[in-house]
């Protein structure tokens, strides 16, 4: 990634080109945060998730983070991640949605696919997300793109996916899939 004052780096610049829909590209930041708030539970289908989406994130992971644009510059999907500094070779996404309006279209493929590049860039080998069990369309998606769920201790099928009980706390489990990023870095068919 390019500090301050310097030009973009080669992944930088393809993560930010224009993509599927014509949308723009940009990496969020701490002033977009209450616009995204305001959407998440709607975009999560009602599920009170605003909580886990703090300000911090884009304080200390934008430069990781994708935000995509429509040309009226409303939100049509976000990704926040990082490279972990515990486990250099791994990616992780803490969150990621698109506008329910516009599913179906590519952006989420997009947002995963942009951000694998960005990852690889920075030495990470493998993209992590944790996933609600229980949300069939987010399981179903990453599936899609060619993840898998990890076991691990106590790992067990929950809504008929391997996941771990209360994995963020009591009541909250989570799938974590897993995947290559080297399938991310291939270019968009747009």
């Excluded at 999560?44 to 429509?70: D, N, Q």
């Excluded at 793109?145 to 009591?170: S, V």
């Excluded at 995947?179 to 991310?184: F, N």
């Amino acid at each position: 990634m390019s500090g301050v004052g310097e030009a973009p780096s080669g992944a930088e610049t393809e993560a930010l080109a224009r993509g599927p829909l014509d949308l723009a590209w940009r990496h969020p930041g701490e002033d977009d945060h209450p616009g995204l708030v305001a959407l998440v539970d709607d975009w999560y289908g009602g599920r009170r998730v605003h909580a886990t989406f703090g300000r911090f994130l884009l304080a200390y992971f934008g430069s990781t983070s994708l935000l995509a644009e429509t040309v009226d510059r409303k939100v049509a999907g976000y990704l926040v991640g990082f490279v972990s500094p515990d486990r250099p070779e791994e990616a992780f996404i803490h969150t990621a949605a698109v506008n329910p309006n516009l599913r179906r279209r590519g952006v989420g493929r997009e947002l995963y696919r942009r951000f694998g590049i960005l990852a690889a860039a920075r030495g990470a080998r493998r993209l992590v997300v944790p996933v609600w069990p229980g949300d069939p369309m987010a399981v179903k998606f990453h599936h899609a793109l060619g993840f898998e769920p990890q076991g691990g201790d106590g790992a067990m099928r929950l809504y008929g996916t391997l996941a771990l009980p209360d994995y963020e706390y009591p009541g909250e489990d989570r799938a974590i899939f897993v995947r290559e990023i080297a399938e991310d870095t291939s270019r968009s068919h747009g």
